[in-house]
């Protein structure tokens, strides 16, 4: 699977963004898909996943009830709409696919490069 994230830009903090992960292969909905971010000086962080059907979603606690994953396998993409953006959010954001959401959180199969989001305040 090979992915490529979009959507990145510049926005004021309360501002919104929408982030779009397009994957090659035909297997797609066969993964949880996810989204990380990596903030300089930083770790890589967990930031969302989504299961293969769409049904289950999780969530760092950062970023509950401001973020939502969403997937439409039809277009083997998967999205990350960003709300209420805070100047903490900013980071490089890299999507990944993974079998289980225990993988995708600990180390996921396939990763994308990254798109950079920054907030100003």
């Known amino acids: 699977v090979q992915l490529q994230a979009s959507g990145g830009g510049l926005v004021q903090a309360g501002g919104s963004l929408r982030l779009s992960c397009a994957a090659s292969?035909?297997?797609?909905?066969?993964?949880?898909m996810g989204w990380f971010r990596q903030a300089p000086g930083k770790e890589r962080e967990f930031v969302a996943a989504i299961s293969w059907s769409g049904g289950s979603t999780y969530y760092a606690d950062s970023v509950k009830g401001r973020f939502t994953i969403s997937r439409d396998n039809a277009k083997n993409t998967v999205y990350l709409q960003m709300n209420s953006l805070k100047p903490d959010d900013t980071a490089v954001y890299y999507c990944a696919a993974a079998g289980t959401f225990q993988v995708m959180v600990v180390k996921p199969d396939y990763w994308g490069k990254g798109t950079q989001v920054t907030v100003s305040s």
């Open positions: 292969g035909r297997t797609f909905s066969r993964y949880v």
